[in-house]
């Protein structure tokens, strides 16, 4: 509904009326329901989605996309969101939608600094972000741990605990949101505070836990990136060159630095277009310095993403922009097309619409590369104080703890675009909904091993390139 049509409303429902709504889609659509998982009898081969999606991708990378995909279950997972999308188009739909993540797996959810400084707890990557049914983000959220307990051997028992824990902890805040006021609601935020309050009475070992992981993120910033990242050559700063993980701009173009340095002038004048007015005013007392092509990630291996080196004040002060090609979303061809022309868009309204506080410098483009193609770019800051959880080092307790906070996190980002009341009037306040995702979780679990095998297989059979660990 447009902004016209809601003000042109004489007779809105009233929140009792909406939660009313949703209880009532129970009847077509039981909770229970979406426990129940199988494979669509024309799946689509899910080797043949990951080979469709490197056809738009830089072809010396793939050999590294698929090398950290065949790292263990739970990485194959990471890079599938392709695969799982199309698996949950074809199952349930309660047809009551939020702004996605659409890739909203566990290692997608982490702390950054807010532009207050002050560290937050969000998803925090939006490359697949597009409105559809809320429970694609849940159910992908709670595989991901069923998953990833299985790759720390946890019992059965135990990872469905995990995930029921995630999905509660979604459903109680959906609940709890959908009674605030919505200025409350989108002001919101997870901070180390309430986090600490959730902990309670935590043990010392996950208080230290928490406390390590703050300060890594507080660490991760500008000046530590120059340091990793920079040397001085003829006195400038300049990438290092790492092939093919971090490559110089002028070892891939061939191009002389006068001729980059111009290309490089007219995306910053498109992405400065993309600011508010007074970030535009702070970009521009930066000077370009440096870039170069870095590989991220695991399932966006094979994108096209630069980062920049630019330097204030007289060549110090450095500043570290990415530029991360946006392709079409995975859920585009299940939930439709977005409403955004230039993708790179598309993914910095996404994030804006589900993070509370976002990165002041979120911009898009659409440039013509150095190569004469046209595509589509977000722009971010790079290493602006991002943190992730070691989940690699968890135990069952520690774990579930995460899935509480997550699940937490996931519903603070749907209620800011979601119709809550709806939402949680076919939650309910019981645990259908909560074990029924357990459930599912396990069954999409055994196909993802499934997948992974196949995938190994391709590897070891020649179908697919795979680059030495």
């Avoid at 870095?294 to 094979?302: A, E, L, M, N, P």
């Avoid at 996404?350 to 990165?359: E, H, I, N, T, V």
């Avoid at 013509?368 to 069952?396: C, H, I, P, T």
């Amino acid at each position: 509904m447009t902004i016209e049509e809601r003000i042109d409303s004489s007779e809105p429902q009233s929140v009792s009326e909406r939660a009313a709504t949703g209880r009532a889609l129970r009847g077509n659509l039981p909770r229970r329901e979406h426990g129940e998982w199988r494979p669509a009898a024309d799946r689509e081969d899910p080797l043949s989605i990951l080979e469709d999606q490197g056809k738009s991708r830089l072809e010396e990378l793939l050999p590294i996309r698929y090398q950290r995909m065949l790292v263990s279950p739970f990485a194959f997972f990471r890079g599938a969101a392709a695969i799982m999308a199309a698996d949950l188009a074809a199952g349930p739909n309660t047809g009551l939608t939020a702004q996605l993540c659409g890739d909203a797996h566990l290692s997608n959810f982490g702390a950054f600094a807010a532009p207050d400084r002050r560290l937050v707890f969000s998803v925090n990557d939006f490359d697949e972000t597009l409105p559809g049914p809320f429970e694609w983000d849940v159910k992908r959220l709670g595989a991901s741990f069923a998953v990833a307990g299985r790759d720390l051997g946890l019992p059965v028992a135990d990872r469905m605990d995990v995930v029921a824990r995630c999905v509660g902890s979604y459903r109680r805040t959906i609940r709890d949101l959908s009674e605030r006021p919505l200025l409350e609601v989108w002001y919101s935020r997870i901070g180390e505070d309430a986090i600490v309050a959730r902990l309670g009475p935590a043990s010392a070992r996950r208080r230290s836990q928490f406390n390590r992981t703050v300060a890594k993120a507080q660490s991760k910033d500008h000046l530590r990136a120059f340091t990793k990242l920079i040397e001085q050559v003829d006195g400038r700063p300049r990438f290092i060159s790492d092939p093919p993980m971090l490559v110089p701009v002028e070892d891939l173009t061939g191009s002389d630095s006068a001729v980059v340095e111009g290309w490089w002038r007219k995306i910053f004048q498109s992405y400065c277009d993309s600011l508010p007015y007074d970030r535009r005013q702070l970009l521009e007392r930066y000077r370009y310095a440096h870039s170069a092509r870095k590989v991220v990630g695991v399932g966006s291996v094979g994108t096209r993403a630069w980062v920049v080196l630019m330097t204030g004040r007289d060549g110090s002060d450095p500043l570290f922009l990415q530029f991360k090609e946006a392709q079409a979303s995975v859920l585009e061809q299940f939930a439709g097309t977005s409403e955004f022309e230039n993708r790179g868009q598309r993914v910095v309204e996404g994030q804006r619409l589900m993070q509370s506080a976002s990165d002041i410098l979120l911009g898009w483009i659409r440039t013509e590369g150095l190569d004469g193609n046209v595509r589509d770019f977000y722009v971010r800051q790079l290493w602006d104080a991002k943190g992730s959880a070691a989940v690699e080092a968890m135990d069952a307790h520690a774990l579930e703890g995460y899935a509480d906070l997550c699940g937490w996190a996931l519903a603070e980002s749907h209620a800011r675009s979601a119709d809550l009341a709806a939402i949680a009037g076919y939650l309910g306040g019981g645990e259908v909904f909560d074990h029924a995702v357990a459930s599912f979780a396990e069954l999409y679990a055994d196909r993802n091993d499934d997948d992974y095998q196949r995938l190994r297989q391709a590897a070891a059979d020649g179908r697919v390139p795979v680059a030495s660990p």
